[in-house]
T-cell receptor, first 111, second 116 residues
Framework: RKEVEQDPGPFNVPEGATVAFNCTYSNSASQSFFWYRQDCRKEPKLLMSVYSSGNEDGRFTAQLNRASQYISLLIRDSKLSDSATYLCVVTGDSGNTPLVFGKGTRLSVIA | NAGVTQTPKFQVLKTGQSMTLQCAQDMNHEYMSWYRQDPGMGLRLIHYSVGAGITDQGEVPNGYNVSRSTTEDFPLRLLSAAPSQTSVYFC???????????????FGPGTRLTVL
């Protein structure tokens, strides 16, 4: 089983749609979780951290289910500018282990 | 703060040449990492460091060397370039959480390398 798995997409959605991305991870001892966004030919940038209680930032909501080792990202009222690749990221279970990145899910928001 | 800087932005090498990709961060981060990104492959970890003087191998270390003589700098050296090393290379840094795990990573703008 791969450490972090994501549906590669692409997800093609109309403006204003709600879209959800899912991610599963294999290391039950992982401590921290993030969603990153990567635009074409650019570096990945942090979109939001994912907390155990779930968290929201404007149109974006992240959820964590430790029992199922599952992370989700919900985007409401999609904008054209949301078109990008979304990367699920998980830390190791201790120090001295780097972040583990999923391969990403590509989103295209269409006018 | 400049964040994470990488040089050069673009590079073309011939097979067998060696070169060093430079990476520097000014955030006093303990952790630094090098990734390569190829179409359809996602980010793959080459080498990483959890502090000055400490380096370790990632998923795809062959053909690359690193050193971490200072907290700020983490150069990546290609020993003898091969066409398979044509890729986009990202350097990243992060601070250390209280439990020891890595905090969010900040990425440099990347180096686009072509090996002919």
């Amino acid at each position: 089983r791969k450490e972090v798995e994501q549906d590669p997409g692409p997800f093609n959605v109309p403006e204003g749609a709600t879209v959800a991305f899912n991610c599963t991870y294999s290391n039950s001892a992982s401590q921290s979780f993030f969603w990153y966004r990567q635009d074409c030919r650019k570096e990945p940038k942090l979109l939001m951290s994912v907390y155990s209680s779930g968290n929201e930032d404007g149109r974006f909501t992240a959820q964590l289910n430790r029992a199922s080792q599952y992370i989700s990202l919900l985007i409401r009222d999609s904008k054209l500018s949301d078109s990008a690749t979304y990367l699920c990221v998980v830390t190791g279970d201790s120090g001295n282990t780097p972040l583990v990145f999923g391969k990403g899910t590509r989103l295209s928001v269409i006018a | 703060n400049a964040g994470v800087t990488q040089t050069p932005k673009f590079q073309v090498l011939k097979t067998g040449q060696s070169m060093t990709l430079q990476c520097a961060q000014d955030m006093n981060h303990e952790y630094m990492s090098w990734y390569r990104q190829d179409p359809g492959m996602g980010l793959r970890l080459i080498h990483y460091s959890v502090g000055a003087g400490i380096t370790d191998q990632g998923e795809v270390p062959n053909g690359y060397n690193v050193s971490r003589s200072t907290t700020e700098d983490f150069p990546l050296r290609l020993l003898s370039a091969a066409p398979s090393q044509t890729s986009v290379y990202f350097c990243a840094s992060s601070s250390r959480l209280a439990g020891g795990a890595s905090n969010e990573q900040f990425f440099g703008p990347g180096t686009r390398l072509t090996v002919l």
